[in-house]
DNA sequence: GCCATTACTTACTTTTTTGTTAGTACCCTA
DNA sequence: TAGGGTACTAACAAAAAAGTAAGTAATGGC
């Protein structure tokens, strides 16, 4: 998120994985909040103060941040105006469009994931008690 | 991917962006290795020393800790053969199978981010040449 | 008895990410 | 001239993730 060191195994590793491409797309939207504005973004145009007050639980300092990155990963679209008190909006790109799609499905299948969890936790309970 | 302070705001956070299904499928691989794990498991079972060997930067306890998590959330299947020396075999479940089709689709996205990324920072490069 | 093999642990350090707090610039309005 | 609104930034602290190095257990073969 800051800087890095250039030489650490650390970053050497980080540029191994994304030669693999789907790594490469997922590291794309791994920071904390990034999908998470996304989806907010998926909808339309937000400013800045739209996005905070719409993911209740982040920080100023993280949206900022995280925005940053996503702009510099050509994810989004970042728009001054030139007024007091400012005004910038932030939208999709036409490439990051392209995954809206792919969110869809994703997001079924992680509530079908966390149905699947409940299930062995509930077998997993029942298991323990036949046990005793 | 040690043991987290329960109290903290970071584990809140984790655990408000998890009620969003999206972030939540891709918190589930977000794991530095996961992904590339997943990716070879994709093909059939392994045992740990030919992951190991398949995904050359990866130091034992970082597969060790990888494979502990995604065993954990129900996306990989671990199996011990009682022998010595010991072999242990993993594959994936039938819930993280489901992705396959999905992370084919991330992955020709992530292809495409690449190109444009690549012709982004070319136009940059010309446009600089030109005001100079 | 000693070594090799396999799949790990353990203790520790480094690096990265995330969070806290307190600012800033700008102009408009009261 | 004081205060308000907006979109940040800076300096720092805490937490989590990743990496390093050196073990361990079990047993079959020499």
């Keep these: 998120m800051a800087k890095r060191k250039e030489t650490s195994t ?4 980080r540029n191994y994985i994304t030669t693999c491409n789907l790594t490469y797309a997922v590291c794309l939207v791994g920071g904390r909040w990034k999908l998470l504005i996304l989806c907010k973004l998926e909808i339309g145009k937000l400013r800045f103060g ?27 679209k970042r728009t001054v105006y030139a007024e007091v008190p400012p005004r910038v909006e932030y939208e999709l790109t036409d490439i990051s469009k392209k995954l809206v799609p792919i969110w869809c499905q994703l997001s079924n299948w992680g509530a079908q994931h966390k149905e699947t969890m409940l299930e062995k936790s509930a077998n997993e309970i029942e298991s323990l008690a036949e046990s005793n």
């Design 10 to 13: 650390n970053t050497e590793n």
């Design 50 to 76: 739209e996005l905070r007050n719409q993911i209740s639980n982040i920080t100023e300092r993280m949206l900022t941040l995280q925005l940053r990155e996503l702009e510099r990963d050509g994810m989004v």
